[in-house]
């Protein structure tokens, strides 16, 4: 399950070697890795994908663990859980941590109604909407 999560967000966020501004205006680097001050990463340099590979896996490790936490002992299935991980790696534990209706509908096990719960954020109509509707789209069918 996980190397197709991992893959998924690779697609979603693209690669990049070099810092890049994401669309919430951030300094940014390779696989949506957000910039924070213990990086090194200088303006201008392009780094290496095998930088890029090792920075990706450290960040999928903590986002794996956030959503664990957000998903507790809720009786998702896989699919909504690949959903789950792809959105806190892109917003984080916090962000997704928002979405309280549709939490209470993955506490119902009614992903038609977490979709629509999906779209119903400033995510959704304002970040990344394709991004957005392709997960909404996913969870509808899990």
């Known amino acids: 399950m996980y190397e197709e999560v991992k893959e998924e967000i690779k697609i979603c966020e693209g690669y990049v070697p070099k ?4 669309s919430e205006g951030f300094d940014t680097i390779f696989y949506g890795h957000k910039i924070t ?3 090194q990463y200088e303006h201008g340099v392009e780094y290496s994908k ?3 590979e090792l920075v990706f896996e450290r ?7 956030a959503a664990e936490r957000l998903i507790e002992e809720r009786p998702i299935n896989n ?3 690949q959903v789950i991980i792809n ?3 892109q917003i984080g534990e ?3 941590s928002k979405f309280k209706n549709m939490w209470k509908a993955l506490d119902r096990e009614d992903y038609g109604e977490a979709s629509f719960q999906m779209m ?3 995510w959704a109509k304002h970040q990344t909407p394709n991004r957005a509707k392709k997960l909404a789209e996913k969870m509808r069918g899990a």
């Open 120 to 122: 119903d954020s400033v």
């Open 79 to 81: 699919t909504a859980k």
């Open 59 to 65: 960040d999928f490790q903590r986002t794996l663990d």
């Open 50 to 52: 095998e930088e890029g």
């Open 37 to 39: 001050p213990e990086d």
């Open 19 to 22: 810092i890049y501004k994401c």
């Open 94 to 96: 916090g962000g997704v």
């Open 87 to 89: 959105m806190v790696y």
